[in-house]
Structures are given as C-alpha cells and as structure tokens.
Antibody, heavy 127, light 107 residues
Framework: QVQLQESGPGLVKPSQTLSLTCTVSGGSISSGSYYWSWIRQPAGKGLEWIGRIYTSGSTNYNPSLKSRVTISVDTSKNQFSLKLSSVTAADTAVYYC???????????????????WGQGTTVTVSS | EIVLTQSPGTLSLSPGERATLSCRASQSVSSSYLAWYQQKPGQAPRLLIYGASSRATGIPDRFSGSGSGTDFTLTISRLEPEDFAVYYCQQYGSSDTFGQGTKLEIK
C-alpha cells in the first residue's frame, strides 16, 4: 500500500525559501499512470493547489505562485520536493503531498483523482 | 484558470437526512476531470468521487456524484454521524483548482 510522508522545517523566516520533501513508500514514484502534487491549507481555510510533477519531469504550477515555486523529483530516492521562495506570513499553512492517477493520452485523458495523501506538515513563516 | 464555486457554504442537517452539495465551474469541465473529497478536522482530505460520478475504493454507496459541463452535485443519500465534515470539489486541467468547500454540520 502506497504511503506518502512530508518532511522539512516547520519554521521558515520571511523572505527565505521553504523546502519540503515527500517520500513515497510502498510503490515506485516512476509508475507511468501517476503524477505528484503539492497542496496547502492555511489554518481554518480551504485547499489551494500549488503544483504538480509528472514522471516525465514536466511540471505545472498555480499561476498565482508560479514565479516562486519549483517542484522536482528524485526517482533514485523515490521522493519529490517543493521549493517556495520569498515566503511571507501568507505562506503559513499545512502542506500536503498527494498522488494523482491519470490515464489515457492527449486529448483523451481520464483523471482518477488524488487517491493517496500525506498526513500534512505544518509550516510557519515567522521571524 | 477555472474557478469552482461550491454552495452552500454551510449545510445544517440531521443524521438520516439527504444532503445535496453543489459545485459550479466558471467554464465547462470535462466530467472525466471532476473529483470530490471529504476532509475531517486534523486529517488529510479523502477521495470520494472521481470522473464526476465514480466512487473511489471503499466509499459507501450512499455517496453519489452527478453532473456535467459547469454544474456538478455530490449527494449523500442518508447522512451518518461520520459524514459531517467539509467537502471539496476539484478539477484537473492545465491548472488544477479546488472549490472553497462546503461544511456539512449537524443540525
């Protein structure tokens, strides 16, 4: 059974770069039908999609965060990572990683949703 | 970017009642790309529905999804105590988006 686990500093200073890693266990990150996402949730608020990375290495980002976000994958470690630069207090949130299932080929894709989630990690931006 | 608007913001019902949650998209979404999630306090979201109407593994059949185009609905036929939570719709696209959520609370 695939499990995801987020890790990284719980406290980041303003203007610095937030760095988180999601470790995939119980399965390969390179399986062809999957891609991998980061989502965040400020306390008491809704879910915000940050971005995703496909097994090919291609990425897509939330337009509102695109200038500050980088998502990468390390297949040798079965991990993918998030970097968010120039953080402010508005970036304080619980950060989740998730697995997505997408099958088919352009333009006939079928999306099976985010079926596996990490437990989430709280990141606070404060001096 | 497609904006998903969920209504109502809060829904107050009693166990045994039927719940109907709405998700409206700012432009047409393929039914193949629409999912629903349940989130309880302190927990990660859980996938309920994908492809607008297909239940995820282990999801009870009291949960059902429907809709197409810009209007989608999540229905819980008879509420159980464990169903009171926050529900989100989500669409896959060039940029994924979530709705703002509907809180289902006990009346």
């Amino acid at each position: 059974q695939v499990q995801l686990q987020e890790s990284g500093p719980g406290l980041v200073k303003p203007s610095q770069t937030l760095s988180l890693t999601c470790t995939v266990s119980g399965g390969s990150i390179s399986s062809g039908s999957y891609y991998w996402s980061w989502i965040r949730q400020p306390a008491g608020k809704g879910l915000e999609w940050i971005g995703r990375i496909y097994t090919s290495g291609s990425t897509n980002y939330n337009p509102s965060l695109k200038s500050r976000v980088t998502i990468s994958v390390d297949t040798s470690k079965n991990q993918f990572s998030l970097k968010l630069s120039s953080v402010t207090a508005a970036d304080t949130a619980v950060y989740y990683c998730a697995r997505n299932i997408l099958t088919g080929y352009s333009p006939f894709y079928y999306y099976y949703g985010m079926d596996v989630w990490g437990q989430g990690t709280t990141v606070t931006v404060s001096s | 970017e497609i904006v998903l608007t969920q209504s109502p913001g809060t829904l107050s019902l009693s166990p045994g009642e039927r719940a109907t949650l709405s998700c409206r998209a700012s432009q047409s979404v393929s039914s193949s790309y629409l999912a629903w999630y349940q989130q309880k306090p302190g927990q990660a979201p859980r996938l309920l529905i994908y492809g607008a109407s297909s239940r995820a593994t282990g999801i009870p059949d009291r949960f059902s999804g429907s809709g197409s185009g810009t209007d989608f609905t999540l229905t819980i036929s008879r509420l159980e105590p464990e169903d009171f939570a926050v529900y989100y719709c989500q669409q896959y696209g060039s940029s994924d988006t979530f709705g703002q959520g509907t809180k289902l609370e006990i009346k």
